[in-house]
């Protein structure tokens, strides 16, 4: 008997995830051609490392529902190592990050990911939004004997035609059936229209040559040796680091639009075991790709067998049917993208930027900004640093104490809120041992001490009083509170 688990996430309405996969698998053969040929190698590397990837997180990754293939955001990181080094090392290189991502699930690190704020995940989505739409505006240009040039006249026209008009039926559609996935409609319907009236439109096949046999077992020719492994190593974590953020960002966007909740760390030791399997096989590195990941949902995939749907067709295309694929025109690829674009874009964003603190909304946009114009990880590390700051910032401002005289020759304080590095001087702030009497009680029933900054701004007060002739008693300290203490070596009795 199949678990009710298992059934839901393979088989729970099997014709709807079959459809979505199909769907996702022509909007992930553009993408990774484009990502192999800015990586400045075969575009068919490109195609194995996503159908390696695609299928095997689906079968064994914790996210059912979320696409996976070779992604941009690491085809940019390994430009220079192929420019140097050739395509051995980079292939070196996808085998070593995809062991450090396994690492790092299996060392149950994918939780981390709850430290991203929310704020950040809204500039992730709204950055990766605007890389979604620019980057299709590389399809609106040709190259000319004179270099690449945009597209001018009747091209430029039939273009935004067949463009507006994918879009057209993807927005329209739903209206009227949601039995098949608007996307693979106006896919298969600009793709006959544009075939049957022979339209002078630039196809996939433009792009490159895709047919190809079965990706062979081949180990990375590489020396064995210190030498390569200072080389590749520098690569291989800034790829292991680029492809694990974007996943688990993806990761909670999908928990998020499906109402459910996966495994985060299942996720990374799946992603990094079908990157080794990747790089083995001569395919690229990849990670989960948003873009693709939202056409999936959207159009119904929540289980595992779209993405495994979605990885064997790549393999389909590559073996038999790249005749086909090849006929359908970039402007409907082009169509879809924009629209998944339009709907990761997190516009409830824009109208809270007024409503929301200052330093949230500074987070958002920062991220938003540093995503286009860099990387992903830069701009999730920004972000973070931006809001621990703001975090810390406000906590430390939010320190206060209360002062009880009633009783003659005593002075009582009770400080409220958490003491750590960045609200230390406002604390000492708070005593006076030069004017108090001379016998002072910190009482701590309501304070927080974090660090080891506290336990030094402790020390610092008992020396102001000692210094002063005065004598301070700290009572109704916390257990956890007291063995900080004790640890640091300082008596508070």
């Known amino acids: 008997?199949?678990?009710?688990?298992?059934?839901?996430?393979?088989?729970?309405?099997?014709?709807?995830?079959?459809?979505a996969g199909l769907t996702s698998s022509f909007a992930l053969v553009p993408e990774c051609i484009a990502f192999a040929l800015v990586a400045q190698v075969n575009p068919l590397m490109g195609l194995y490392g996503a159908f390696i990837i695609c299928a095997m997180t689906a079968i064994f990754g914790g996210r059912p529902g979320m696409i996976s293939g070779a992604a941009g955001s690491m085809a940019v990181v390994i430009v220079a190592l192929v420019a140097q080094h050739g395509v051995q090392y980079l292939l070196a290189t996808v085998v070593l990050s995809g062991i450090l991502m396994a690492l790092f699930g299996l060392l149950r690190l994918g939780k981390l990911i709850r430290m991203v704020p929310h704020?950040?995940?809204?500039?992730?989505?709204?950055?990766?939004?605007?890389?979604?739409?620019m980057a299709q505006l590389e399809h609106f240009r040709h190259a000319t004997p004179q270099g690449e040039q945009w597209l001018q006249g009747t091209p430029?026209?039939?273009?935004?035609?067949?463009?507006?008009?994918?879009?057209?039926?993807?927005?329209?559609?739903?209206?009227?059936?949601?039995?098949?996935?608007?996307?693979?409609?106006?896919?298969?319907?600009?793709?006959?229209?544009?075939?049957?009236?022979?339209?002078?439109?630039?196809?996939?096949?433009?792009?490159?040559?895709?047919?190809?046999?079965?990706?062979?077992?081949?180990?990375?020719?590489?020396?064995l040796s210190l030498e390569t492994l200072h080389i590749i190593l520098p690569y291989a974590t800034l790829m292991a680091?680029?492809?694990?953020?974007?996943?688990?960002?993806?990761?909670?966007?999908?928990?998020?639009?499906?109402?459910?909740?996966?495994?985060?760390?299942?996720?990374?030791?799946?992603?990094?075991a079908s990157?080794?399997?990747?790089?083995?096989?001569?395919?690229?590195?990849?990670?989960?790709?948003?873009?693709q990941t939202m056409i999936n949902l959207s159009s119904g995939g929540r289980s595992r067998l779209s993405g495994v749907t979605s990885g064997i067709m790549i393999l389909l295309f590559i073996l038999f049917l790249s005749p086909l694929i090849a006929q359908i025109p970039l402007a409907a690829l082009?169509?879809?993208?924009?629209?998944?674009?339009?709907?990761?874009?997190?516009?409830?964003?824009?109208?809270?930027?007024?409503?929301?603190?200052?330093?949230?909304a500074l987070v958002i946009v920062a991220v938003t900004i540093i995503t286009v114009f860099t990387d992903l990880a830069t701009a999730v590390l920004c972000g973070i640093v931006i809001a621990a700051l703001a975090f810390a910032w406000q906590h430390a401002l939010d320190v206060r104490a209360d002062i009880d005289d009633a009783e003659?020759?005593?002075?009582?304080?009770?400080?409220?809120?958490?003491?750590?590095?960045?609200?230390?001087?406002?604390?000492?702030?708070?005593?006076?041992?030069?004017?108090?009497?001379?016998?002072?009680?910190?009482?701590?029933?309501?304070?927080?001490?974090?660090?080891?900054s506290a336990i030094a701004a402790l020390e610092r007060l008992y020396e102001r009083y000692e210094k002063a002739g005065k004598h301070l008693q700290v009572v109704h300290l916390s257990k956890r509170n007291e063995l900080l203490l004790q640890r640091a070596g300082v008596d508070v009795s």
């Open 1 to 19: 008997m199949l678990s009710n688990t298992f059934r839901e996430e393979w088989f729970s309405n099997i014709q709807k995830n079959v459809l």
């Open 156 to 223: 430029l026209l039939i273009m935004c035609g067949l463009v507006a008009l994918t879009m057209a039926i993807v927005y329209v559609l739903p209206r009227f059936t949601r039995a098949v996935p608007p996307a693979l409609v106006a896919i298969l319907g600009v793709g006959l229209l544009s075939y049957g009236l022979n339209l002078p439109t630039r196809t996939l096949g433009d792009l490159a040559h895709m047919a190809g046999g079965l990706p062979v077992l081949h180990f990375p020719t590489v020396p």
């Open 119 to 133: 704020p950040v995940m809204l500039g992730f989505v709204n950055g990766l939004a605007i890389i979604i739409a």
């Open 408 to 452: 003659a020759g005593l002075r009582t304080y009770r400080p409220h809120g958490t003491l750590f590095f960045a609200s230390t001087a406002h604390f000492l702030d708070l005593f006076a041992p030069s004017t108090d009497p001379a016998r002072v009680v910190l009482d701590c029933h309501h304070l927080h001490m974090a660090d080891h």
């Open 334 to 360: 082009v169509g879809v993208m924009f629209v998944v674009a339009h709907e990761t874009f997190a516009w409830g964003s824009l109208r809270v930027l007024g409503k929301v603190p200052p330093q949230d």
């Open 275 to 291: 990157n080794v399997v990747s790089g083995l096989f001569g395919g690229m590195g990849g990670c989960a790709m948003i873009g």
């Open 241 to 272: 680091l680029v492809g694990l953020l974007e996943t688990l960002l993806t990761f909670n966007l999908t928990d998020e639009i499906t109402g459910t909740r996966g495994q985060p760390n299942r996720e990374c030791i799946a992603l990094g």
